[in-house]
């Protein structure tokens, strides 16, 4: 089994103010965590490029590519919305962010690596293909889908989102389209209030505040693996948030870091059968500092068999 890992150091230029819960200490802690546990000795290390423009078109309108892009401040910052915030270096780490979920893609695809997790920020689920919103300036995980569909022709990608927040920008594109199917879970009444209609190709499972693990793991088993084996994903790419966690204050569900291994390690099984192993998963939330480097760890290593 061989995990790649891909990051880069331009993570942690990107910040949104000094209360601000999306912070570079985020990137610090899962690193810190894969090291102290020693899994990072075990990780195929790829670096993180630049997304093109064109790229970024895959799923995002040119109008708003060039709005973030000519919005970018020479100092200070410049917000996008009520708290998604840009300051000078964002544009190059949105690029970075975009980037790596591309060259998760190219890795699995060309054999380099089995599975890959991608510590990136700012996050992207939220943002849809004309506005950035909810601390994400582009969709990394729909962009990664696209750029897999039109340069390798995939023709059938499964997109999880375990993120405690509905991943409204991720339905916004790939909404009805047949190439995808993406399944989710998500805390209901809540931000961004999003993931209650019912396409074809989506399977939201709104969950109440307080829902714990078991609950989860029932609903998996339910409602996202008998659709999973139909599809037959030839590919997987997961929206990888962890603020589901009991012990993130942003959310308010009960997920521990044997939640995530369990499945992590579910999504292995229908990788393996389906998709060659294939699995590219992408950092969302997640935000309080220790929890998220100790299920980031516990995710990495199940995608690792370690």
């Known amino acids: 089994m061989t995990t790649g890992y891909i990051t880069h150091p331009d993570f942690l230029k990107h910040e949104m103010g000094s209360h601000h819960p999306e912070c570079p200490e985020r990137i610090q802690a899962i690193n810190d965590q894969l090291i102290r546990s020693g899994v990072d000795q075990f990780l195929t290390h790829l670096e993180a490029p630049l997304a093109s423009e064109d790229q970024l078109e895959l799923v995002h309108s040119p109008d708003h590519v060039a709005f973030v892009k000519e919005s970018a401040p020479a100092s200070g910052y410049f917000m996008l919305d009520g708290d998604t ?64 569909i039109e340069q390798y022709g995939i023709e059938r990608v499964a997109l999880i989102d375990f993120d405690v927040h509905h991943g409204n920008g991720t339905e916004a594109a790939f909404i009805n389209d047949p190439h995808v199917l993406m399944c989710s879970f998500f805390q209901h009444p809540f931000y961004p209030y999003s993931g209650l209609d019912h396409a074809k190709n989506m399977v939201n499972i709104p969950l109440p505040a307080t829902t714990r693990g078991d609950v989860v793991r029932s609903i998996v088993e339910q409602e996202w693996l008998p659709r999973l084996r139909a599809f037959e994903p030839e590919l997987i790419i997961i929206s990888a948030g962890f603020d589901a966690h009991r012990e993130d204050d942003l959310g308010q569900m009960g997920l521990v870091e044997d939640d995530y291994v369990w499945m992590t390690k579910k999504l292995k099984e229908i990788a393996d059968q389906y998709a060659g192993g294939r699995i590219v998963s992408c950092l969302e939330g997640g935000y309080n500092l220790s929890a998220l480097g100790r299920s980031v760890v516990a995710h990495v290593k199940a995608l690792a068999d370690l």
């Not at 544009?91 to 890795?107: C, F, M």
């Not at 996050?123 to 962009?143: K, L, Q, W, Y």
């Open 85 to 148: 915030i840009m300051n000078p270096h964002t544009w190059q780490t949105s690029l970075r962010a975009a980037g790596a979920a591309i060259a998760g893609v190219d890795a699995v695809m060309k054999g380099e690596v089995e599975n890959v997790f991608c510590a990136v920020r700012p996050p992207g689920h939220h943002a849809e293909p004309t506005r950035s919103m909810g601390f994400c300036v582009f969709d990394n995980v729909a962009i990664a889908a696209r750029y897999a």
